[in-house]
């Protein structure tokens, strides 16, 4: 399984970014798939996700300016972020597991995900 992101960049606070992450050889039809971010220094924080059934999860910090999506034709996760501001300042990553019910749990936790992606650097100047 190979997950990769690209997408990211510098912007300034307010502006817009669309992180995309194309996923291959992953054949699991019930599956889990997400985002999360990361500072250094720090864990690694759940922000979006989103199961097989079209369900999607966000973190309150996000809510309102970020949508997690998925083309399956291409399979490729999308997160589209708005309003962005200095603290959304991370490294993101797109990350994959299997899920027995074709949701993802409540608890965006990052632990039970099998695949990540290389990341991509977001940067948010004030």
């Known amino acids: 399984v190979q997950l990769v992101e690209s997408g990211g960049g510098s912007v300034q606070s307010g502006g817009s970014l669309r992180l995309s992450c194309v996923a291959s050889?992953?054949?699991?039809?019930?599956?889990?798939m997400g985002w999360f971010r990361q500072v250094p220094g720090k864990g690694r924080e759940g922000v979006a996700t989103?199961?097989?059934?079209?369900?999607?999860s966000y973190a309150e910090s996000v809510k309102g300016r970020f949508t997690i999506s998925q083309d399956n034709a291409r399979n490729t996760l999308y997160l589209q972020m708005d309003t962005l501001k200095p603290e959304d300042t991370a490294m993101y990553y797109c990350?994959?597991?299997?899920?027995?019910?074709?949701?993802?749990?409540?608890?965006?936790?990052?632990?039970?995900?099998?695949?990540w992606g290389q990341g991509t650097q977001v940067t948010v100047s004030s």
């Open positions: 990350a994959a597991r299997p899920v027995a019910l074709w949701t993802c749990p409540q608890t965006m936790n990052s632990a039970p995900f099998s695949y």
């Open positions: 050889g992953y054949t699991y039809s019930s599956y889990c």
């Open positions: 989103i199961g097989s059934d079209g369900s999607t």
